[in-house]
Nanobody, 126 residues
Framework: VQLQASGGGQVQAGDSLRLSCEAS????????MGWFRRAPGKEREFVAAISRNAGYKNYKESVKGRFTISRDNAKNTVYLQMNSLKPEDTAVYYC????????????????????WGQGTQVTVSS
């Protein structure tokens, strides 16, 4: 599967952005989808993940209540709605897909994701 992320940009603290990640192929609903990010000089970190039927979601603690992950299996797309953005949210955001993660709460472990998109830059200024 190929993943194409979009929606990044440069915003002010407190603003909102919605990231999208469109997947190729006809088996999108069979993948657990996740969002990760890499800030300058830091390791890649988990942001959010959603199960195949959207019944389970998992969030990094610092984005809970501000970010919402969702998916539209008919459109082969996963979204990350980001509200109340902070300068510390500045990073390149990557979407990822996993066919190996089992059912239940989707994993935050990047090693369990099989496919990665190219990333989209989010810059939040104070």
């Amino acid at each position: 599967v190929q993943l194409q992320a979009s929606g990044g940009g440069q915003v002010q603290a407190g603003d909102s952005l919605r990231l999208s990640c469109e997947a190729s192929g006809r088996t999108f609903s069979s993948y657990v989808m996740g969002w990760f990010r890499r800030a300058p000089g830091k390791e890649r970190e988990f942001v959010a993940a959603i199960s195949r039927n959207a019944g389970y979601k998992n969030y990094k603690e610092s984005v809970k209540g501000r970010f919402t992950i969702s998916r539209d299996n008919a459109k082969n797309t996963v979204y990350l709605q980001m509200n109340s953005l902070k300068p510390e949210d500045t990073a390149v955001y990557y979407c990822a897909a996993s066919y190996t993660i089992m059912y239940g709460t989707p994993s935050s472990n990047s090693g369990e994701y099989n496919y990665w998109g190219q990333g989209t830059q989010v810059t939040v200024s104070s």
